[in-house]
C-alpha cells in the first residue's frame, strides 16, 4: 500500500472529483459517511460525541459526521473554532446543511470558555487535517492543550490536529488521539515512532478515491503489508537439498551473553539456513552445542570474547554479525577481518552496529547488499543525532544508498530503506517484543533468508514482517508483558505459513 504526502492526497482528491466524477461535496459526504459509520459502530447507542470543527474541509467533515450523528438518533454537539479566515465552500455548504437538522453549533472565539464536555461523550477532531501549515498557536493550540487534559476518548479525523503529515511537529502542541481515521491511505506522520503518542490506534477508511490514480502515482514510501510480502517471498523447491539454502556464518555471544547467541542461531534455522556454522567464545560452545545440536560450534581461541576470524572463510554465503559479542578491541578486529576477507552480504546488529558507530574506516569494508538493522539510539551512535524521525529516515535511505545496503530503523513500524531509494514500513508486531533479545532474533532471521539467497531488499521485508508476524501470534498464547523473545522463535513456523501461497 502506497503512501502519499499532503499534496498527493490533494491531487488524488482532486483527480477522483474530476474522473469519477463526482462533487467535492459528495466526496466528504462519503467520507463523513464512513467515519460516522465507524464512530456508530465502535460505541454503543449510550455514547454522545463532541465534534470539534475548524473551518477548512476537516471540519467540513466534522460538521457531515455530527449530522449524520444525529441522524443516527445519538446525542451530538459541535463547536467550530472560529477563524479569520471564511469557512472553505464544503465547509459553508455543510454548516447550513447541519443548520437545516437542527444541530446545536457553539462559535468558539479566542478568548471564549471553552465550553464542558460531558463526561464519557467521545471528542471528535475535526480541527485541522492534512491543510495545516504552521504549528498550532493561539486559541487553536489553547484548544487543543484543553482537550488534551480531558480524561475523554478522543477519536481524529484524517489526522490528529496539530500533526503534519510530511513533517516533524515534535514540541508542537497536537491533539492525543485514542483513534485516528484517516482516508485513503496512511500519511508518513502517522507511521513514526515520535508521533506515536498523538496518533493513538490508525485507522485507514476507504473512501473509493480513483484506484487508477493509486496505481499510476509513483510515492517514495510503501506500507510493508502482507499482499507486498508475499510478492518477495520465495517458496521451497518440493526436490530440495540442504545446499539449496545456503550455509550461514553467524559471530555472537561473549561471556554472561550466550543467550543473545543462541537466540540467534536458533532464528537462523528456523528461519531456513540450510547449515550454519556458528563463531563463539570457547565459554559458550558447549552452550550451543547442548542448547541447539543442529547449529555447527566455530570456537574462537579465547575463553570469554570473540578474537580471532575462522580459518576457513569462503564455505559462508552470508555473514550475521553482532548479538552478544561485546565491543572489546580484540572483538572490533575480529569484525575488520571478517568484513575485510568476506566477500559475502552481512547482517550486522546490536554490538557490531555500537563498533562501526566507533571506527567509520569499517564501514568503507561493508559489502554492498548487506543490512544493518538499529534501533534509534544505535542509529544516532552511527549516523550522527537527530532531532526527528523524518530526519532519520532521510538518512536511512541516504546511507542504504551510498552503502548500496538495506538500512532498517527498528520501531513500532519499523522502517526500511532500500538502496533503490524506496522506504517501506513494516505492519506487523507489537508492544510485546520491546524486549531484550528480540533483536537477536531478527537478526538471526534476515542471515537465515540472505543465506536462502534473498537479496537484501527481499530478505528485510520478507524478514521484519515474519517477525513481527510471530510476535503478534506468540501474544495470542500470551501477553504483552510476558512474551519473550524465545516465543517468537517458536512461532516463526505459524508466521512462514501465512506466506505460503
Ligand atoms: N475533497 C477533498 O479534498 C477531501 C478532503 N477531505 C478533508 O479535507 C482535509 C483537508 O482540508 P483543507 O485542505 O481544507 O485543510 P484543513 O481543514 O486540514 O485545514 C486547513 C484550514 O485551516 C487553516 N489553517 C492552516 N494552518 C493553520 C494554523 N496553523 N492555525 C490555524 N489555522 C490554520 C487554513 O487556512 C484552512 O482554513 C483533509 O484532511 C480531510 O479531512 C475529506 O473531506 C475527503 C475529501
Ligand atoms: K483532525
Known amino acids: 500500500m502506497k503512501i502519499f504526502s499532503a499534496e498527493q492526497m490533494r491531487a488524488w482528491d482532486a483527480y477522483t472529483i474530476r474522473h469519477e466524477p463526482v462533487l467535492s461535496i459528495d466526496l466528504m459526504e462519503r467520507a463523513a459517511g464512513r467515519c460516522a459509520d465507524w464512530l456508530l459502530a465502535h460505541f454503543g447507542q449510550e455514547t454522545g460525541f463532541m465534534v470539534f470543527c475548524g473551518m477548512g474541509n476537516n471540519g467540513g467533515d466534522g460538521l457531515a459526521i455530527a449530522r449524520m450523528l444525529l441522524a443516527a438518533g ?3 454537539g459541535v463547536v467550530i473554532l472560529e477563524s479569520r479566515r471564511q469557512g472553505s465552500p ?3 455548504e455543510n454548516l447550513k446543511r447541519l443548520q437545516a437538522a437542527s444541530g446545536a453549533i457553539f462559535l468558539l472565539a479566542a478568548g471564549d470558555a471553552i465550553p464542558d464536555v460531558p463526561a464519557g461523550a467521545v471528542v471528535v477532531d475535526a480541527l485541522f487535517g492534512t491543510g495545516l501549515n504552521t504549528p498550532l498557536s493561539g486559541h487553536a493550540a489553547r ?4 482537550l488534551n487534559g480531558l480524561p475523554n476518548t478522543r477519536v481524529a479525523i484524517d489526522l490528529p490536529s496539530g500533526l503534519f503529515a510530511d513533517r516533524s511537529a515534535v514540541g ?5 488521539a485514542t483513534h485516528t481515521l484517516t482516508f485513503a491511505a496512511p500519511k508518513l506522520g ?6 506515536a503518542p498523538f496518533t493513538g490506534e490508525v485507522h485507514i477508511l476507504d473512501i473509493g478515491l480513483s484506484p487508477a490514480f493509486e496505481s499510476a502515482t509513483e510515492t517514495r514510501f510503501q506500507l510493508a503489508t502482507a499482499t507486498l510480502v508475499k510478492s518477495r517471498f520465495r517458496p521451497r523447491n518440493r526436490f530440495a537439498h540442504k545446499g539449496n539454502f545456503g550455509h550461514a556464518y553467524l559471530a555472537a555471544g561473549s561471556l554472561g551473553k550466550m543467550g543473545a547467541a543462541l537466540m540467534a542461531a536458533t532464528a537462523c534455522l528456523r528461519g531456513g539456513a540450510g547449515l550454519l556454522s556458528c563463531h563463539v567464545p570457547r565459554c559458550g560452545v558447549g552452550i550451543l552445542q547442548t542448547a541447539l545440536p543442529e547449529a555447527m560450534a566455530l570456537p574462537d581461541p579465547d575463553e570469554t570474547r570473540l578474537t580471532t576470524l575462522p580459518g576457513e572463510t569462503s564455505r559462508y554465503n552470508c555473514a550475521g ?3 552478544g559479542i561485546g565491543t572489546s578491541t580484540q572483538t572490533a578486529a575480529m569484525l575488520r577481518s571478517c568484513l575485510a576477507k568476506f566477500q559475502v552480504p552481512f547482517v550486522l546488529d546490536a554490538d557490531a552496529l555500537n563498533l562501526l558507530a566507533k571506527d567509520e574506516s569499517l564501514m568503507s569494508l561493508l559489502p554492498a547488499g548487506s543490512i544493518l538493522t538499529p534501533h534509534p539510539k544505535e542509529f544516532d551512535r552511527l549516523f550522527g543525532a537527530h532531532d526527528s524521525d523524518f530526519d532519520r529516515i532521510e538518512t536511512a535511505l541516504a546511507a542504504a544508498e551510498r552503502l548500496q545496503s538495506v538500512v532498517l530503523l527498528k520501531g513500532h513500524h519499523t522502517f526500511i530503506a532500500s538502496p533503490t531509494g524506496s522506504g517501506y514500513f513494516n505492519t506487523t508486531g507489537n508492544a510485546g517484543m520491546a524486549k531484550g533479545g528480540s533483536g537477536d532474533v531478527l537478526t538471526g532471521l534476515l542471515t537465515a533468508l ?3 539467497g534473498y537479496g537484501a531488499e527481499d530478505a528485510a521485508l520478507v524478514g521484519v514482517w515474519l517477525h513481527g508476524k510471530a510476535g503478534d501470534l506468540a501474544v495470542e498464547r500470551q501477553s504483552y508483558e510476558s512474551l519473550l523473545p524465545g516465543d517468537l ?5 505459524a508466521a512462514f505459513r501465512q506466506l505460503y501461497p
Open 489 to 493: 522463535v517458536a512461532r516463526l513456523g
Open 172 to 176: 508542537n502542541p497536537v491533539l492525543l
Open 90 to 92: 464544503d465547509f459553508l
Open 143 to 146: 484548544l487543543v492543550e484543553h
Open 74 to 76: 445519538r446525542r451530538a
Open 321 to 323: 554479525i553482532g548479538p
Open 190 to 195: 502517522l507511521l513514526l515512532q515520535e508521533n
Open 450 to 452: 540472505l543465506a536462502q
